[in-house]
Nanobody
Framework: QVRLVASGGGLVQPGGSLRLSCAAS????????MEWHRQAPGNERELVAK???????DYIDSVKGRFTISRDNAKNTLYLQMNSLKPEDTALYYC?????WGQGLQVTVSS
């Protein structure tokens, strides 16, 4: 059974950067859509970025130009590089690959 292990959350000041990682236990990258979602307190979970098996990449408007989703097929790992972080980016972040969710990562942007 494929498992996802996410890492990289934390506390950062506004304007700072974090990189989230999501490692898969098996080689599934060639076949599935890869996604990062987030859920802020009191809000519904939202799709932040996605990377299709064909390489198409999409972002929600609020993170365009600041976040970058990428994948390393050799390492079976999905990344989300987050730059110029804002307080409104504070949320639990989740990776999702092929319908499987990783554990939530707390990202807090605060001075």
């Amino acid at each position: 059974q494929v498992r996802l292990v996410a890492s990289g959350g934390g506390l950062v000041q506004p304007g700072g950067s974090l990189r989230l990682s999501c490692a898969a236990s098996a080689s599934i990258f060639s076949a599935h859509m890869m996604e990062w979602h987030r859920q802020a307190p009191g809000n519904e979970r939202e799709l932040v970025a996605k990377n299709s098996a064909f390489g198409r990449i999409d972002y929600i408007d609020s993170v365009k130009g600041r976040f970058t989703i990428s994948r390393d097929n050799a390492k079976n790992t999905l990344y989300l590089q987050m730059n110029s972080l804002k307080p409104e980016d504070t949320a639990l972040y989740y990776c999702k690959i092929g319908g499987i969710w990783g554990q939530g990562l707390q990202v807090t942007v605060s001075s």
